[in-house]
């Protein structure tokens, strides 16, 4: 008998992606039979990266994972997998103070759609301190963050700085 197809989705802002999230990513894909890469679009929170570019850089670093798509959502995320049919949220965790932000957001996402289950991937040691909002800090004091975001994030702001 098939085993059931397993798609998933991993939201975030990805403001930018890390190559922290880009680990997380690649061993997802190794158990989800597709995944969608959800970008999160919050009129409320102001991006430092545009969505277009935040949905740009990520397809650009993503495209060597033949099971990953790219998209933007709005709205609850329980209603954005409902959409596109996904039975998991893929989330990344860092330290212990990752831990009560994520907690209470898989409960409060289980409350609306006990469905969808929620998987945590333990980072890898090597990014367990990065984080997207440093990656910006470092960025914008003209410090090096090479070896912290993919190349596309390198570009993007390259451009910026024209
Ligand atoms: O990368 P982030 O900022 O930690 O991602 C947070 C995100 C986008 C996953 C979360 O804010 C989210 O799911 N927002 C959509 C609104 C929603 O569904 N809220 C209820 C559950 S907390």
């Not at 430092?48 to 995320?77: A, C, N, W, Y």
Request: aromatic letters at 10%.
């Amino acid at each position: 008998m098939r085993e059931k197809y397993k798609k998933a989705v991993c939201p975030g802002s990805f403001d930018p992606i890390t190559n922290g999230h880009v680990d997380i990513i690649e061993r997802a894909a190794k158990i989800f039979d597709q995944i969608n890469i959800a970008i999160i679009e919050n009129p409320d929170k102001k991006s430092f990266f545009s969505l277009k570019d935040r949905v740009k850089m990520v397809k650009e670093t993503t495209k060597h994972i033949p099971q990953i798509k790219v998209e933007s959502f709005h709205g609850l995320l329980v209603d954005y997998s409902n959409k596109v049919g996904a039975n998991a949220i893929i989330r990344g965790l860092r330290a212990v103070s990752d831990f009560e932000y994520e907690f209470q957001m898989a409960l409060t996402n289980r409350k609306m759609n006990p469905e969808l289950e929620t998987v945590f991937f333990m980072t890898d040691h090597k990014y367990s301190y990065l984080s997207s909002s440093f990656v910006k800090q470092i960025a914008k004091l003209d410090g090096d963050i090479s070896e912290l975001v993919p190349q596309a994030v390198l570009r993007n702001l390259k451009r910026r700085q024209k």
